[in-house]
T-cell receptor
Framework: SQTIHQWPATLVQPVGSPLSLECTVE??????LYWYRQAAGRGLQLLFY??????ISSEVPQNLSASRPQDRQFILSSKKLLLSDSGFYLC??????????FGPGTRLTVL | QKEVEQNSGPLSVPEGAIASLNCTYS??????FFWYRQYSGKSPELIMS????GDKEDGRFTAQLNKASQYVSLLIRDSQPSDSATYLC???????????FGAGTILRVKS
């Protein structure tokens, strides 16, 4: 069966610091991978998605970036965090493009 | 107009009752719809998908889709306190090739 991991689970970072969140999927090959952000009390916002190694599509222009160095690895990064980057970051995977499964998430607080 | 709209709630129902959660969508091109359950502090969990007009049943859950009226609903029979969570409705947007989520409805089942 498929499993998705995210780390770290929680993170507290100062404004202006860099960020690296990692997501890995086990038990499937060539999945579609997604990064979402959920701000407090708000809906899910799609940030990036990837259909293969090195293929990244950005949904929202901002100070975040994503990379997919391996088939089942997806990384979310920032060079300088803003207060507004705080939120619950969720990685998701799919084989069928519309049926997506979420990882456990990373709760980021920027102070 | 939001693409997927849900009443934020909270919707309170007594234990054993039927909980009815509703969702409307604006994109007539959307063909597939999903319900996710999200417990406080946790990531969303896929509980139902529906692609055709009518009802789809899975245990205590029934998803209903009416494409002419552009609404999706989720019925939970014999509601339990463990069903207390936020329920997210999502529709797959064909032209954007992405899932679009509503902000979620908070359900509280009181024992």
């Amino acid at each position: 069966s498929q499993t998705i991991h995210q780390w770290p689970a929680t993170l507290v970072q100062p404004v202006g610091s860099p960020l690296s969140l990692e997501c890995t999927v086990e038990g499937t090959s060539n999945p579609n991978l997604y990064w979402y952000r959920q701000a407090a009390g708000r809906g899910l916002q799609l940030l990036f998605y990837s259909v293969g190694i090195g293929q990244i599509s950005s949904e929202v222009p901002q100070n975040l970036s994503a990379s997919r160095p391996q088939d089942r690895q997806f990384i979310l990064s920032s060079k300088k965090l803003l207060l507004s980057d705080s939120g619950f970051y969720l990685c998701a995977w799919s084989v069928l493009v519309d049926t997506q499964y979420f990882g456990p998430g990373t709760r980021l607080t920027v102070l | 107009q939001k693409e997927v709209e849900q009443n934020s709630g909270p919707l309170s129902v007594p234990e054993g009752a039927i909980a009815s959660l509703n969702c409307t969508y604006s994109d007539r091109g959307s063909q597939s719809f999903f319900w996710y359950r999200q417990y406080s502090g946790k990531s969303p969990e896929l509980i139902m998908s529906i692609y055709s007009n009518g009802d789809k049943e899975d245990g205590r859950f029934t998803a209903q889709l009416n494409k002419a009226s552009q609404y999706v609903s989720l019925l939970i029979r014999d509601s339990q306190p463990s069903d207390s969570a936020t329920y997210l409705c999502a529709g797959f947007q064909e032209y954007g090739n992405k899932l679009v989520f509503g902000a979620g409805t908070i359900l509280r089942v009181k024992s």
